[in-house]
């Protein structure tokens, strides 16, 4: 069998290893991708450093990875919206529960994306600017759009009706979930208001928020609620350890009543970058669990009903088609919607992807961190 390379990783919490595995070949409903660009998330450190007590389905040896751009090398049974050749990106899920990590996940040389988690890659638009999209745009569709989160109409459906109307309040709007939650929200024909340090107001503003206030103001809260003005809020999109509480206060102000969360209200960056998980996870992760349990019960006795998302759930709904095979290439033709944040290219080839993790972990501030091959 023909074989390709692959930046694997052989055990929970070892380094990524760059080694030669079995080519795969697309199933129905499955493209073929020649990999040109793979972007970093969170997610990334989180399963190499913790997987073993958070992803405790993955088996091993794994190839990590969600962002994928590059160019379609074959095709499976029923495939219609691609071709051999063409330039796409998708969202690769093989860490998710049930799915091949050795066949889907995204670093690696050739790797086997859903047709319905990817888009054509525009003309005007670099595999690395594609690659920093599919988990950001993803996980914010997700939080507005899915009905158990904000619900929302989406991009592309009838003009919001007048009593619908409403403003967002997304909470890390300088993250790269956050976004494309402004940009997403925005086009959908809402009202954005979002958080951001002050040297990144500017660009969450251009994405499409008409009020931005600095995270670390002790009274951001106040200041989103001045900003907001008595407008209708149709819910929150909360980034960040301590967003949750923040979009819950904000949301209790001012009478909106959803809010998705999708950080945990505890880093576990530190566990992360351990030599050993045992016993530094118990108070970690108890905390996470605590901090949950009283975050849900807050939002609740205020009316606001509250789920954690998931960004990797639209696979198989009508969000993640539309969001895949609409929504995504009409706005970046049409320029409603950018490839946002901006790409760090750390480095090339499947070596640099360790790096690139590592880069991830140590902090990133409106970028997004892309190895190119
Ligand atoms: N549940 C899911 O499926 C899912 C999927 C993807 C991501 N996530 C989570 O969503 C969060 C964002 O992920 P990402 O990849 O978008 O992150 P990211 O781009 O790595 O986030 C970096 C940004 O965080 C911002 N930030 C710093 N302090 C903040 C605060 N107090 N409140 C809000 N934002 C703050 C910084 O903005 P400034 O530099 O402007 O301060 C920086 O630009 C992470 O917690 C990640 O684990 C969840």
């Known amino acids: 069998m023909s074989q390709h390379s692959a930046a694997v990783l052989r055990a929970s919490r070892a380094p990524l290893v760059v080694s030669s595995v079995p080519d795969a070949e697309p199933g129905a409903g499955e493209v073929l991708v020649r990999v040109r660009a793979i972007a970093v998330n969170p997610v990334d450190w989180v399963i190499q450093g913790t997987g073993s007590v958070t992803y405790r389905w993955l088996r091993y040896p794994a190839v990590l990875g969600s962002d994928v751009a590059g160019e379609v090398l074959a095709v499976g049974a029923g495939v219609t919206r691609f071709r051999v ?92 979930v956050g976004m494309n939650a402004v940009q997403l929200a925005r086009a959908a024909g809402y009202d954005v208001v979002s958080t951001a340090s002050p040297r990144n107001a500017a660009l969450v503003r251009s994405l499409g928020a008409d009020v931005v206030v600095d995270h670390g103001d002790a009274r951001a809260v106040e200041h989103l609620v001045e900003g907001i003005g008595g407008r209708r809020v149709v819910g929150a ?39 050993r998980l045992f016993p530094a996870m118990l108070p970690v992760f108890t905390r996470v669990g605590l901090t949950m349990a009283r975050l849900t019960l807050r939002a609740r006795r205020a009316g606001i009903r509250s789920a954690f998302v998931w960004g990797s759930s639209l696979r198989d709904d009508e969000v993640g088609r539309r969001l895949w095979s609409e929504v995504l290439e009409t706005g970046l033709a049409d320029g409603t919607l950018r490839p946002v944040p901006e790409a760090l290219v750390v480095g090339e080839g499947l070596g640099s992807v360790q790096t690139a993790i590592d880069r991830q972990r140590a902090g990133v501030s409106a970028q997004k961190v892309v190895v190119t091959l």
Not at 88 to 100: E, K, M, Q, W, Y
Not at 248 to 264: F, N, Q
């Open 85 to 176: 050749g063409d330039r796409v990106f998708g969202l690769a899920t093989g860490t998710d529960r049930g799915r091949d990590p050795m066949r889907e996940g995204a670093f690696q040389e050739t790797t086997v994306l859903l047709e319905r988690l990817t888009a054509a890659t525009p003309s005007g638009v670099s595999d690395a600017e594609a690659a920093v999209l599919p988990l950001g745009a993803s996980t914010a569709a997700c939080a507005l759009f899915q009905p158990a989160h904000l619900g929302l109409r989406m991009p592309g459906d009838a003009a919001v009706p007048e009593g619908e109307r409403g403003v967002v309040v997304v909470w890390g709007g300088s993250t790269s």
């Open 237 to 275: 999109v909360a980034l960040g350890t301590t967003s949750a509480a923040a979009c819950i206060e904000v949301l209790r102000r001012t009478g909106g009543s959803v809010l998705a969360m999708a950080s945990t209200p505890v880093s576990l960056d530190g566990l992360a970058g351990r030599r």
